[in-house]
């Protein structure tokens, strides 16, 4: 269903899911064998922390066709080294091919191929509108959930109230689903998980 990648940087997760599409984008190395078949059909962004977007200008490179899907609010931090954070660790990240990045609003959907849909829940607090991806098997909650440990919201532009409520909609929607979240620091020595 999806292969979870730990990137080298903060532990963040990129999920690879079975149809050739990504969540987040750390490192670029370990998911090249696994889009070998498929191509990258296109990436899915939780939000635009650093941590989850630094290898989408060497990813976009080598898959040119492919699209970036966000909320506006990501979409800014794409583009701003300062709201993505990248900028306070000296090494400042500006995504290179915004004409590909297309915004999306709570509630759209897709088909990901072989009848597997997905769904943008916004899921605000972490940053304004995060978004938890939804396809019939799993929720891909980035940093707005992460199962055993609080919501960051003391970065800039966090709410904890929206983080709370957001925490609650996630585990409305989570029955019969597995919950993929954008951190999984107990078993980080666990590498490559495919659920
Ligand atoms: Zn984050």
Known sequence: MAIRIV???????TWVLEEGW???CG?????????????????????????HIYGLNNLCTRFPEAKVYCSPWTR???LDEKLNISFYHEMPFVFAFPE????VEDGWRTDLGSGNEVRAIYTPGHTPDCITWMTNKALF??????????VVTRLPYGNKQQATKSIEMILSLAE???ICPGHNIDDIHVPNIKL
């Open 27 to 51: 490192d670029v190395e370990p998911l090249l064998p696994l889009l070998l078949e498929t191509g990258l059909q296109g990436v899915l962004l939780t939000h635009g922390h650093y941590d």
């Open 76 to 78: 800014r931090q794409l």
């Open 7 to 13: 990137n080298s940087f903060y532990f963040s997760c």
């Open 141 to 150: 909650t980035g940093d707005a959930y992460i199962p055993g440990y609080k």
């Open 100 to 103: 590909r990045i297309v915004t």
């Open 176 to 178: 019969g689903r597995t």
């Open 22 to 24: 990504v969540v987040d």
